[in-house]
């Protein structure tokens, strides 16, 4: 078992940033892929970005690609989520989740992830 922690969140304006932190504790998680997810109030959850075990590949949904960069330290269980150039549509709760099993291509559906963390809010206000 694996409990995520998610941290960071807070109420910024459209163009800010903010860092996310996600710190892992139970089981060992330093072979699991590791993703970020966000839903946004009334629709679905939604990915946002994942990193395999090393750091070496990661995946981005198309919204956020060239604004976000996800990024791991293994030596302090934590993942990180760096949110640049924030909009109003980034709104949301927004979520860490962790992928026990070791695979090809880096998951992109909330189905691939097995532990989840309670999320932090971010609000973009313009």
């Known amino acids: 078992q694996v409990q995520l922690v998610e941290s960071g969140g807070g109420w910024v304006q459209v163009g800010d940033s903010l860092r996310l932190s996600c710190v892992a504790s139970?089981?060992?998680?330093?072979?699991?892929?590791m993703g970020w997810f966000r839903q946004a109030p009334g629709k679905e959850r939604e990915f946002v970005a994942a990193?395999?075990?090393?750091?070496?590949?990661?995946s981005y949904a198309d919204s956020v690609k060239g604004r976000f960069t996800i990024s791991r330290d293994n030596s302090k269980n934590t993942v990180y989520l760096q949110m640049n150039s924030l909009r109003s549509v980034d709104t949301g709760v927004y979520y860490c989740?962790?992928?026990?099993?070791?695979?090809?291509?880096?998951?992109?559906?909330?189905?691939?992830?097995?532990?989840w963390g309670q999320g932090t809010q971010v609000t973009v206000s313009s």
């Open positions: 990193i395999d075990w090393r750091g070496a590949r990661t």
């Open positions: 989740a962790a992928d026990r099993f070791i695979r090809a291509v880096l998951g992109t559906s909330s189905t691939s992830y097995d532990y």
């Open positions: 139970g089981r060992t998680y330093d072979n699991y892929i």
